[in-house]
């Protein structure tokens, strides 16, 4: 459980493996990884009130032992309309950036979510954050709104979002 | 847990004392509880689960706590250190700490705080150590000081800047906080005294020192003229707005000699000769990666743009860290010289073009006139302006009449100047602009009572200029009562529509959307008006030429629209086409998505077509005139039509109805060529398609048909039906 090390090891693909967040002895590694990547900043409390309430909607992706990337995400519903899935954040190390680490962390995570009946899957990403914004969009998302200074930096946001199908049940349910 | 008073036996620490408050270390028993905790249990009551605790903020991390950017000291501390020298300071200082603050200023419009810019400066904190020996200083401070009030009481009355555009925060800074101070004209004596000062000192010196004097003299001529633009702006009146176009012209000259005397920009020109002659190293270029290295250089230019900034004379970047207060700080972004100016040239553009609202008669010219506006995309100050001028009573406080603002500033100059209130004149070079500015109210400048509302202006969006808008009486129960609470409506309506395209291209195309529900909710009060007796009876007495429904089911039935639901459903697809349309601007579309937002704006646009065409048909007479004065002049009678006489020509329509009968012609046309452009884009974007170049992406979780609801899902929410919502199928 230890920090990300410098060692320059090839990482391909194959040797990523990934599995879900078990508990607070994780905890360490998703604010590391956490805090070295983004630049907004989140408290404990933050990392807790994801990880403690779905944690089984926390991936992890590891190159042997290392760590190496970690999505977080919730599900709610939404406004009391609909189920609501929100990708927290979503972290690679920049060694292993490119391999299609992020897109299989995501498309776990939405897994997840579809299996807890989601309806819609959102989040936000700055707008000068292209590899972010090419991995959502090749899995579909698109640029709902655009939200002016929303990081502390001064830089816009989009919120981007996807419409899942409504499963059977869901189209057979009265609505609200 | 042991209570407070056994804390320090448990932890065996002092008790400390700081500001009338006891502090107890407590970390050894924060250490023995954890010890006790399981992995995974948490500390927790009903006021402190996880949902509130993540807007909580760790004090003293450096990510969250703006108060821990690095030491600080107090302004006393920096004063008696010399950090701000107020004797000896020469010309070129003086000249170089005026632009200083022009550039703060700038930059706090865009976003950056005051206390992290304009009041970054030792000078501004303590103004009065200026007065006697350095009083063109001491004016110009004194002179932005007032100009930011100003500001920022233009920016809250206009009540279009978010958050995210402007930080009103002014907490511990010597600006008043609540309520909002006026603005006054006190400031305004000072700089003129300033200015003559300086210009005298300009003719008794030589170059270079008498050159620095003229800057200087432009540059308090500048605050004066810009001071005056706002506090006319504020008065909302025809003579305000009169007063302030005067001194935004001659601000906008102002700021033209103010740069070409510019230091700053002189040392950027330096800089780059420099960076050209190959003396400056960061200007080399990485061939590897070549998009990490422009970024990196745009941080690296900014890092030094931000030291440079708080270079000249009394500047220190985190003398008011203490009052940003625990929360995550915000980049405080310093613009640079040429982006300041840039900015406040188009600043006085800006609130130039908003002042054209004086011209404007009538709804479709307002319309008009905030659309253009709001195409500019000007900064929050300039759309404040324009919003303000132009809100009704339903947004905010009473005006600020022109009577309490000139007593208040009289009064305020006599208890300055220790003399009677009639006896204050007015500086003989500026009376006529400060009058203007201050008084320029046609209407009711002379009151005695300065309580007593001013009448509004004829372009503000209030009741007079919605019933043009709809043909309807302005005079209440003329058309009945389900007419009257149409028209109270649709003011709302149209004045949300208003503040959501002065707001910022984000929010506004977010609020358009919201406001769809205003005119759903509109639609069904139009529709309750036209079925109503008294207005089917009125629109008869003025002759309308429609026909009304017999019963409800024919109401719906799109044969029988009325006039007032016609107009209703003509609005909103306007504002559903126009926020469809922003999110090119915004860039929210992915090329596969053009084709099927070009092709539903061509339906939107269609149906504003068709409206206006079915309410042009209408011919509904401004102010209830007879039919008769609609009618075309007739033929003279042809041969052989025996017994029949020639009628006589009958009467002109009048001007304002021949004005909104154009209008609507006008409106059809216009949408229909918008129309037709979209309907060609379409087949560009499926020509492209069929030929590669824009395939259609791969979709793994969902399917065009979500992509489609998702696009528009909010034209087919209840309770909107009209413009009836087109689905995926069609």
Request: proline share 6%; net charge neutral.
């Amino acid at each position: 459980m230890g920090a990300p090390s410098d060692d320059r090891q090839q990482v391909n693909q194959a040797s990523i493996s990934y599995r879900q967040y078990s508990g607070e002895q994780d905890l360490p590694i998703v604010m590391h990884l956490v805090d070295n990547e983004l630049s907004e900043p989140y408290s404990i409390f933050t990392y807790r009130y994801f990880l403690h309430y779905w944690p089984k909607l926390c991936f992890l992706a590891f190159s042997g032992d290392k760590p190496v990337g970690v999505v977080i995400c919730k599900l709610d519903r939404h406004r009391e309309q609909a189920m609501r899935g929100y990708v927290a954040m979503l972290v690679v190390d920049k060694l292993c950036r490119g391999k299609g680490v992020g897109s299989e962390l995501v498309r776990k995570s939405i897994q997840a979510m579809i299996e807890g009946k989601c309806e819609e899957v959102a989040l936000e990403a700055e707008v000068t954050n292209q590899g972010a914004l090419k991995l959502y969009q090749g899995l579909g998302f698109i640029r709902d709104k655009r939200l002016h200074r929303y990081y502390l930096n001064g830089v816009d946001a989009y919120r981007l979002k996807l419409l899942l199908p409504l499963s059977e049940g869901q189209e057979s349910a009265p609505t609200a | 847990m042991e209570d407070r008073i056994g804390v320090s036996k448990v932890v065996g620490g002092s008790h400390m004392q700081g500001g009338g408050a006891s502090y107890v270390p407590i970390t050894g028993l924060l250490e023995r509880v954890r010890q006790d905790l399981p992995l995974g249990e948490m500390v927790h009551t009903d006021t402190f689960s996880l949902f509130e605790a993540m807007s909580a903020v760790e004090l003293g991390n450096v990510k969250m706590d703006a108060a821990m950017s690095g030491s600080c000291k107090s302004v006393e501390e920096l004063i008696q250190e010399g950090a701000a020298p107020v004797e000896g300071l020469t010309p070129a200082q003086t000249l170089l700490i005026m632009e200083r603050l022009l550039v703060m200023e700038a930059s706090w419009h865009n976003g950056a705080a005051l206390a992290q810019t304009v009041f970054a400066s030792l000078y501004m904190l303590r103004p009065d150590r200026l007065r006697d020996n350095s009083p063109l200083l001491h004016a110009y401070c004194e002179g932005v000081k007032a100009t930011c009030i100003a500001v920022r009481w233009l920016v809250m009355h206009g009540a279009v800047a978010e958050e995210e555009d402007i930080n009103c925060w002014v907490q511990g800074l010597p600006i008043p906080d609540m309520p909002v101070p006026l603005p006054d004209a006190r400031c305004l004596p000072l700089l003129d005294q300033a200015t003559q000062s300086a210009k005298g000192l300009a003719k008794g010196a030589t170059a270079p020192e008498a050159d620095v004097y003229k800057a200087i003299a432009a540059h308090l001529e500048f605050r004066r003229d810009l001071h005056g633009a706002l506090l006319g702006l504020g008065l909302k009146s025809e003579g305000g707005v009169v007063g302030a176009v005067a001194h935004l012209t001659s601000a906008q000259a102002r700021l033209q000699q103010v740069m070409g005397a510019s230091p700053g920009l002189q040392q950027q020109q330096r800089s780059i000769a420099d960076s050209q002659n190959g003396k400056d190293a960061s200007g080399a270029a990485s061939t590897q990666k070549e998009g990490q290295g422009c970024e990196a250089k745009q941080q690296q230019r900014q890092q030094q743009r931000q030291e440079s900034a708080f270079d000249a004379p009394g500047f220190v970047e985190n003398v008011n860290k203490y009052l940003l207060g625990p929360a995550p700080p915000r980049a405080a972004v310093v613009m640079s010289t040429e982006a300041a100016y840039a900015y406040l040239k188009s600043m006085l553009g800006h609130l130039q073009q908003a002042t054209d609202v004086m011209h404007v008669r009538g709804y479709r010219a307002l319309v008009q006139h905030i659309e253009r506006f709001a195409r500019l995309r000007a900064g929050v100050v300039a759309r404040s302006a324009a919003h303000y001028l132009i809100a009704g009573k339903a947004w905010g406080p009473a005006m600020a009449s022109a009577t309490a603002l000139r007593q208040a500033t009289e009064a305020e100059g006599a208890a300055a100047s220790g003399t009677p209130n009639n006896s204050s004149q007015p500086t003989p070079d500026n009376s006529k602009h400060r009058d203007q500015a201050a008084s320029g109210d046609k209407d009711g400048s002379s009151s005695a009572n300065p309580a007593q509302d001013v009448p509004p202006p004829p372009w503000v969006l209030d009741r007079p200029i919605m019933s043009e808008a709809c043909a309807l009486p302005e005079a209440p129960g003329a058309a009945g009562p389900e007419a009257d609470l149409f028209l109270d409506q649709i003011v709302i309506a149209s004045s949300n529509w208003a503040q959501s395209m002065l707001l910022n291209s984000c929010r506004q195309r977010r609020r358009l959307r919201r406001g769809l529900d205003d005119w759903a909710n509109i639609y069904q009060h139009a529709l309750n008006a036209d079925m109503s007796e008294e207005f089917v009876a009125f629109t008869k007495r003025a002759q309308w030429a429609w026909t009304p429904p017999k019963d409800e089911v024919e109401a719906m039935n799109e044969f029988y629209p009325g006039p007032l639901s016609t107009w209703v459903e003509c609005q909103t697809a306007a504002s559903e086409a126009l926020h469809l349309l922003l999110g090119f601007e915004l860039d929210l579309y992915q090329p596969s998505e053009y084709a099927m937002v070009y092709w539903y704006c061509s339906v939107l646009l269609g149906v504003q077509r068709i409206t206006s065409q079915v309410m042009h048909s209408y011919r509904c007479p401004a102010g209830g005139a007879s039919k008769a004065s609609m009618a075309l002049p007739a033929k003279p009678g042809k041969k052989g039509n025996k017994g029949r006489a020639a009628t006589p020509p009958s009467p002109l329509p009048d001007a304002s109805t021949a004005r909104r009968q154009a209008g609507l012609i006008m409106d059809a046309v216009r949408t229909e060529l918008l129309s037709s452009m979209c309907l060609g884009l379409v087949r560009l974007q499926l020509a492209l398609k069929v030929a590669g170049i824009v395939p259609d992406p791969i979709l793994t979780f969902n399917s065009q048909r979500e992509r489609f609801d998702q696009r528009f899902a909010a034209f087919h929410t209840p309770p909107l039906v009209r413009p009836e919502p087109m689905g995926y199928g069609e």
